[in-house]
């Protein structure tokens, strides 16, 4: 009964998706006009292929935006290296992915942008590229690219599986719990990013022989820096020299009220205070800077390239990709996305990598995890506040005292190295065994 109900709603998605096509053709347009589709490529969320498929078996990854395609990379890096006859396709949904990821994959991977989830957007795809299998990274469960995969025989796999609270609700809904079920049996891998992850797939009716652990996969932090980068980092590292420093990162609208108030009332005791602030969108960051220059304050933009001198107190980094370098020279990493209601959190393991003494706000999402694992490890790798006095009072403690923000530093990068040790090899190994080896024998 349960599969015929969730065949019938899957049935109303299809059509629907069919009727709306227009529609999100219509929108896909607006959305290259604005600048948020790539001007070029932008076919390539239709379906249109702008590269021929290569001869061979073929392996297609697919993460919806930066965060989740950087958490593939390490993966896709042993797949490589275990299976060199693959062709690997990577896909991202978002152009700001796209910008990133690009650089960062190995030679030879073919990167598209992913087709929406519309019968003739999916069924382009699948015709032209023909994979072999799909793995899908964390939450991309999308209806028509589930089954029609499935009726293609094409096997696919879910890793580093998440469902947020609100998600899971909303499936698990009665309207709804059918055709999640539905989609989800037809898995043959499901690798959650925790134990509560797991439960949640299992009370979708996931088949619990499909559902494996690894841990997660944005423990593990790419250690690859360009000359060019390494130079600017280099450059900025000397500027930052001899003066008190913190960064706020991934910062979301709303957010930077906080940061900017706290910032006013530890300049007061640190006169020489350097605040560097990096929004989770650049144009953002342009926003902040602009407002800070109007009030007269001592601001720096790193896209026009400012420098830090004497008087510039605020550095606003309007940037994509640099986040991971930029920790390697604060000694006290602010995590954003956590201080407003609603917010989910953003990784805490880049900055504990890198050595910094982390802190983040009480909105943590499913971050939660992966905060608690690195709080078991040892107490001091995460320090959660509650809000903007909390945080003033932890960063105070951590200017004035040296040994206790060593103790916090070190503690982070213990914990995110012990967490991290043997993620990559363990979900090769479950997508090669339960994936690879019975689709490419």
């Not at 023909?130 to 009726?151: C, F, G, Y």
């Not at 969108?281 to 026009?304: D, T």
């Not at 393991?349 to 982390?358: D, L, M, P, R």
């Amino acid at each position: 009964m349960a599969a015929t109900t969730g065949k019938l709603i899957y049935t109303i998605y299809r059509a629907l998706s069919y009727g709306l096509s227009p529609l999100l053709y219509l929108h896909l347009r607006w959305r290259k006009n604005r600048g948020l589709e790539h001007p070029l490529r932008w076919p390539e969320r239709l379906g249109h292929a702008s590269l021929p498929r290569p001869q061979g078996p073929l392996l297609w990854f697919h993460a919806v935006s930066l965060g989740e395609g950087v958490a593939a990379i390490p993966v896709i890096k042993e797949c490589i290296r275990k299976r060199p006859e693959l062709t690997i396709l990577m896909t991202t949904t978002t152009a700001s992915a796209f910008e990133v990821i690009k650089n960062r994959l190995p030679n030879g991977v073919i990167y598209q942008f992913a087709p929406i989830d519309t019968p003739n957007a999916m069924d382009a795809f699948l015709g032209h590229w023909k994979p072999n299998a799909i793995v899908l990274i964390e939450s991309e469960l999308w209806p028509n690219l589930i089954m029609d995969a499935s009726r293609k025989g094409i096997v696919l796999a879910l890793i580093n599986a998440r469902m947020s609270t609100k998600s899971f609700k909303r499936w698990s809904s009665p309207w709804l719990l059918p055709v999640i079920s539905l989609m989800l049996s037809k898995f043959s891998l499901i690798i959650p990013l925790s134990t509560m992850q797991a439960i949640n797939f299992q009370l979708l009716l996931a088949p619990p022989s499909i559902i494996n652990s690894s841990g997660d996969l944005k423990f593990v932090v790419e250690d690859f820096v360009s000359e060019g980068e390494l130079r600017t980092i280099e450059d900025l590292k000397v500027q930052l020299a001899h003066r008190p420093v913190w960064m706020a990162s991934s910062i979301h609208k709303g957010e930077e009220e906080v940061i900017l108030a706290v910032h006013k009332v530890l300049i007061k005791v640190h006169p020489d205070l350097v605040t560097i602030i990096v929004p989770r969108h650049p144009e953002h960051g342009q926003e902040i800077a602009y407002k800070l220059q109007k009030e007269g304050q001592g601001v720096a933009l790193r896209s026009q390239g400012d420098k830090i001198i004497s008087g510039t107190n605020i550095y606003v980094v309007d940037t994509l990709g640099e986040l991971r370098h930029l920790y390697r020279i604060t000694p006290i990493a602010v995590i954003g996305g956590s201080f407003l209601p609603g917010f989910t959190g953003h990784n805490i393991s880049e900055a504990g990598a890198a050595g910094c003494a982390v802190l983040t706000g009480p909105h943590v999402g499913h971050f939660s995890c992966m905060m608690s694992e690195m709080q078991q490890f040892n107490p001091l790798s995460v320090l959660q506040v509650s809000g903007k006095l909390e945080l003033e009072e932890a960063l105070e403690v951590l200017f004035r005292d040296n040994k206790v923000l060593e103790a916090r530093r070190e503690a982070a990068k213990q914990a995110y190295h012990s967490l991290s040790s043997g993620i990559v090899t363990r979900v090769w190994d479950l997508l090669d065994s339960k994936l690879l080896k019975h689709t490419l024998s």
